[in-house]
């Protein structure tokens, strides 16, 4: 069989496969995988790998194995369950030939659902409004998932046999950065020559970039006084408020500085917002007719390709110092800066490495529209590939404008689209045995 009608073959059986993906994805959905209990998620991906026969690699994450890795950080859903009963799972696609291989790699992860009673109907059940679908991870990233498993089974049952292996990848805590996810499956071995992560970009889309994330706590003391008495005292919010004032100065100025156009392209408000500094949890005092002696403010930075984790900790840094040296109380008692949680550095993927062309070659065809080049406003999984492992990966799935949000959709179009566009691609990229 010639590659092109083994493309034109895949195409046309998933496209009449819609019955096949709805039952999948219901059944993803309906296991409450949250961000440390994924195990309900990975069971059903588990019987569905056993009901394709493909062989099957399962294991728990090892801080101990991972904590010397420059990718490694403590993730929170480390922190507060650990990794026992947190399998990731790898299925293998044993290739006929000597094609290069693919991973087609996704995590089972989802972010809660809260609150659940703002939602039009229940998140853990799969509803079906036309052509959309809502629920829990549909578009972040179950759906993906349930589109990588309906194209290596229509792969099969069309009689295809690739040339090169094909690694399909089931992955925990991506949401919270991955580290006991697919960092943890590539110090396992499973190391491609290409990949596919199908998160939710929109193809024909195709994602080339993920942004550098960290987080950060800044501690402001003050000086503790009855509220009659506060001119005795120091108020920890007031000097805080300082601190959050230069940072805020800084986020201005570096967002009209740094440019990435891919942040944008699929999202032209994000144009002059590539980069951000959030302080996103403020907490401090005990008591209201207290003058409060401590704020600790809990922060997220994040920024494009084309800076090191190092410089953008300066710049916090120096900032808070700068504004510290500028107010008589805190020159003498100055803040306190801590590097928490998420520490994931950007990457960039050249637009014509091979399976960049692959996948946006297939997309616009199947789906008869230009995409464009997108990436860099949000950390990915994708990061672990390219920078530790230069390996090429693209981002690659359906259309999701409301991830994480209050009734998460999809469309079932854009996941069959999906699922065409991943097994057209993997035949282009593995090749066909002979």
């Known amino acids: 069989m010639d590659t092109q009608t083994a493309k034109t073959r895949v195409e046309g059986s998933i496209a009449a496969s819609e019955r096949e993906l709805l039952e999948i994805l219901e059944r993803l959905v309906a296991a409450k995988s949250i961000t440390g209990n994924e ?153 491609p020559d290409a ?21 950060f706590d ?60 959030n302080i996103g949890v403020v907490e401090g005092g005990d008591w209201p007719a207290s003058v409060p002696a401590e704020v600790l403010m809990k922060g997220r930075v994040g920024w494009p390709p084309g800076e090191s984790r190092a410089d953008v900790r300066d710049a916090i840094e120096s900032t808070i110092e700068n504004a510290a040296s500028e107010d008589e109380w805190l020159a003498e008692n100055p803040p306190t800066i801590e590097w928490t949680g998420w520490n994931a550095a950007p990457h960039e993927v050249p637009r014509d490495a091979e399976i960049v062309e692959i996948v946006t070659q297939n997309a616009e065809s199947i789906i008869g529209e230009d995409g464009t080049f997108v990436g860099g406003n949000a950390a990915l999984d994708e990061r672990f590939y390219k920078r530790y492992y230069d390996v090429p990966v693209v981002t690659a799935g359906p259309y999701g404008p409301n991830l994480h949000g209050v009734d998460e959709y999809t469309t079932v179009t854009s996941l069959l689209e999906t699922a065409q566009t991943l097994a057209t691609s993997a035949i282009d990229y593995c090749g066909i045995a002979e």
């Open 39 to 191: 195990y309900c998620g990975q069971a059903v991906m588990l019987e569905e790998f056993d009901r394709l026969g493909l062989e099957v690699d399962t294991w728990e994450p090892s801080v101990d194995a991972l904590e010397d890795h420059p990718g490694f950080f403590r993730t929170s859903s480390y922190d507060e369950c650990g990794y026992e009963g947190r399998e990731n799972a790898v299925a293998t696609v044993s290739g006929a030939g000597d094609g290069p291989t693919l991973a087609l790699s996704g995590h089972i992860d989802v972010v809660p659902a809260a609150p659940e009673s703002a939602w039009e109907s229940d998140p853990w059940t799969l509803r079906r409004d036309g052509d959309e679908i809502y629920g829990r991870g549909v578009s972040d990233m179950k759906g993906g998932l349930a589109a990588i498993l309906l194209a290596v089974d229509v792969l099969a049952e069309e009689g295809i046999d690739l040339a090169g292996d094909l690694y399909v990848q089931s992955t925990i805590e991506e949401e919270a950065g991955g580290v006991g996810g697919l960092l943890s499956v590539l110090e396992r071995g499973y190391v």
């Open 195 to 215: 990949a596919i992560i199908p998160e939710p970009f929109g193809l024909p889309n195709v994602g080339i970039a993920s942004a550098g994330v960290m987080f």
């Open 218 to 277: 800044v501690t402001v003391p003050g000086k503790k006084a009855h509220a009659a008495w506060g001119h005795q005292g120091v108020s920890a919010f007031d000097k805080a408020s300082h601190i959050a004032s230069a940072l805020n100065e800084l986020n201005d100025q570096r967002q009209a500085t740094i440019d990435f156009p891919p942040a944008y392209g699929a999202d032209p408000s994000l144009e002059g917002h590539v980069t951000n500094i």
